[in-house]
């Protein structure tokens, strides 16, 4: 069983820039992040494939957002900037070991998840 434990939420000026964390208990081969707003479905935000080979990202989020991760730390990170209040959320890692990319934006398709951290952009 893996454990995602994430960190690096808070409040942030709108254009201002922000960092998550995500540390998993064992090596895990995708990590990505999901994002869900108030009155909102949880959304697909930015995946790392195959332990960093390939980086995908929603439309929304591109040229703002950067994922990155660190192998030898079981870590992921989500690098934001050009924050906007748009952006704010309540900020999920996942991780899964067997995924296509058919099914990466799909929340069912991730067999683990974090607890969640607050991210809140202000005007």
């Known amino acids: 069983q893996v454990v995602l434990v994430e960190s690096g939420g808070g409040l942030v000026q709108a254009g201002g820039s922000l960092r998550l964390s995500c540390a998993a208990s064992?090596?895990?081969?995708?990590m990505g992040w999901f994002r869900q707003a108030p009155g909102k479905e949880r959304e697909f935000v930015a995946l790392?494939?195959?332990?960093?080979?390939?980086?995908y990202y929603a439309d929304s989020v591109k040229g703002r957002f950067t994922i990155s991760r660190d192998n030898a730390r079981n870590t992921v990170y989500l690098q934001m900037s050009s924050m906007e209040p748009e952006d704010t959320a309540v900020y999920y890692c996942?991780?899964?070991?067997?995924?296509?990319?058919?099914?990466?934006?799909?929340?069912?398709?991730?067999?683990?998840w974090g607890q969640g951290t607050q991210v809140t952009v202000s005007s």
């Open positions: 790392s494939w195959r332990r960093g080979s390939y980086s």
């Open positions: 996942a991780a899964d070991d067997r995924l296509i990319l058919s099914q990466i934006y799909e929340r069912d398709a991730y067999d683990y």
């Open positions: 064992q090596r895990t081969l995708n």
